[in-house]
């Protein structure tokens, strides 16, 4: 069995109500969260996970809105943690440049707590693996496979494939239909896929609005992402624009034009568990 939390649904743009890109996934005694969006901590700790519960952090790609808050996991992780234990870092290259930057800009604050609290000796601690693609992480009967996705101009960029005790879930990040991801969730028990409404980011005023057309899944490409890959159940998150509550059944009904099985939408904590 793997559950799935959406913890954050939400995307660049604003939602009170919607904490920015993450995602958690507990396989067996293991946690990971995929991306680490504006609020994820609190949200994490609404689903019952500190931050020093998290086995591991992957990232899918660096951009900001899938990592406003890591500098949040990374102090809150280091200040929770009685025993240090690294936080293990899974990203696309260019990740421990960003986390190095991160922990520079946390110098002040690493320096007041060590010097402030007698227990705390050592900076925080992290492990950051950077891949392109193959397998990331085998441990505790998990295994973690990734490949390269499509959000060019940005990249690398990943998508994880989590498999344990015969089940699997995949998440795609933000990505438009590649081969590389069509590979990675083929036959997974559930897609966990960021997607855009099309129909309504094309008519909006700001053209600086309307780009992101270009490196996103509609709804539409990602239910077919879920329908050639034989997907078990298709997660819709990354709403944009934020998904109004209420309207669920109008994104649903664009999924079900390419995808015949069960498509899960909602809100952040929304939870699906797949396998047995
Ligand atoms: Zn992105
Ligand atoms: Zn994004």
Known sequence: ???????????????????????????????????????????????????????????????????????????????????????????????????????????????????????????????????????????????????????????????????HDGASVVLAGDTVPCAGLDELAKGANALVHTVIRADLVQQMPLQRIRDILDYHSSVEQAAATAARAGVGTLVLTHYVPPLVPGQEDQWRAQAATEFSGPVEIGDDLLRVSVGN
């Open 1 to 163: 069995m793997i559950d799935i939390t959406l913890l954050g649904t939400g995307s660049p743009m604003i939602d009170p109500n919607r904490a920015g890109p993450s995602t958690l996934v507990k396989a067996g005694d293991s946690v990971f969260l995929v991306d680490c969006g504006r609020g994820v901590l609190m949200r994490a700790a609404a689903a019952g996970v500190g931050a020093a519960n998290i086995t591991a952090l992957l990232l899918t790609h660096l951009h900001s809105d899938h990592i406003t808050d890591l500098s949040d996991v990374i102090t809150t992780r280091w200040v929770t943690t009685f025993v240090p234990t690294p936080l293990p870092i899974i990203g696309p290259p260019g990740t421990r440049a960003v986390v190095d930057a991160t922990l520079a800009a946390l110098a002040p604050d690493i320096s007041y707590r060590i010097h402030h609290h007698a227990d705390i000796t050592e900076p925080p601690s992290v492990q950051v693996y950077e891949y392109t693609d193959g397998q990331v992480w085998d441990d505790a009967g998990v295994r973690i496979t990734a490949a390269p996705t499509d959000h060019r101009p940005v990249e690398p960029t990943l998508g994880f494939r989590v498999e």
